[in-house]
T-cell receptor
Framework: DAGVIQSPRHEVTEMGQEVTLRCKPI?????LFWYRQTMMRGLELLIY????????DSGMPEDRFSAKMPNASFSTLKIQPSEPRDSAVYFC???????????FGQGTRLTVV | AQSVTQPDIHITVSEGASLELRCNYS??????LFWYVQSPGQGLQLLLK??????LVQGIKGFEAEFKRSQSSFNLRKPSVHWSDAAEYFC??????????????FGKGTKLSVKP
């Protein structure tokens, strides 16, 4: 398996634009997580899915953020409109359900100018 | 306040020297405990985990960690550091209260530099 695949690896966008981050989890994993990493706040869980259903989105910072998982092999995290404070590295991770054992993608570095 | 604390932001060790990275947690009950490593430009990789039982756990890449309940600590160790160990290391917990499990909560990380 190629692991968790995220795209794009880097994204530079202007404030106010819509940004979509994509994630393909490891086949057979039924949990998918979106994390955000910043210098100030470290790693924060934004949302996670179980069997394609959002279970906990309490970490989503505001309504500008939305996430979907239309099927077991694909998820998106969308920011609309984007703001400079959204600049961060966004990680997707998947898990087979063993607590804490998550496999991370390489991340998407988002820069909003 | 409930937290995962890694008191050292940055540590530099010489290649071949021993390493200990500190982690303390502050929760009402013992959580599940983990160490992850993040190489530059990469995602996080699980090094080792502790759920219960033997308090000294072995992980990948020659790392080990010891759980000490009395100190609420889960320190990561390696007897001899290699240049390829230069990375950022994250301690993390999963809360397990009454059969309901939470998600990974990460410390702020310790960046390890290795001198030749």
């Amino acid at each position: 398996d190629a692991g968790v695949i995220q795209s794009p690896r880097h994204e530079v966008t202007e404030m106010g634009q819509e940004v979509t981050l994509r994630c393909k989890p490891i086949s057979g994993h039924d949990y998918l997580f979106w994390y955000r990493q910043t210098m100030m706040r470290g790693l924060e869980l934004l949302i996670y899915f179980n069997n394609n259903v959002p279970i906990d989105d309490s970490g989503m910072p505001e309504d500008r953020f939305s996430a979907k998982m239309p099927n077991a092999s694909f998820s998106t995290l969308k920011i609309q409109p984007s703001e400079p404070r959204d600049s961060a590295v966004y990680f997707c991770a998947s898990s087979s359900g063993t607590p804490g054992e998550a496999f991370f993608g390489q991340g998407t570095r988002l820069t909003v100018v | 306040a409930q937290s995962v604390t890694q008191p050292d932001i940055h540590i530099t060790v010489s290649e071949g020297a021993s390493l200990e990275l500190r982690c303390n947690y502050s929760y009402g009950a013992t959580p599940y405990l983990f160490w992850y490593v993040q190489s530059p430009g990469q995602g996080l990789q699980l090094l080792l985990k502790y759920f219960s039982g033997d308090t000294l756990v072995q992980g990948i890449k020659g790392f080990e960690a010891e759980f000490k309940r009395s100190q609420s600590s889960f320190n990561l160790r390696k007897p001899s550091v290699h240049w390829s160990d230069a990375a950022e290391y994250f301690c993390a917990v999963v809360l397990n209260y009454g059969g309901s499990q939470g998600n990974l909560i990460f410390g702020k990380g310790t960046k390890l530099s290795v001198k030749p």
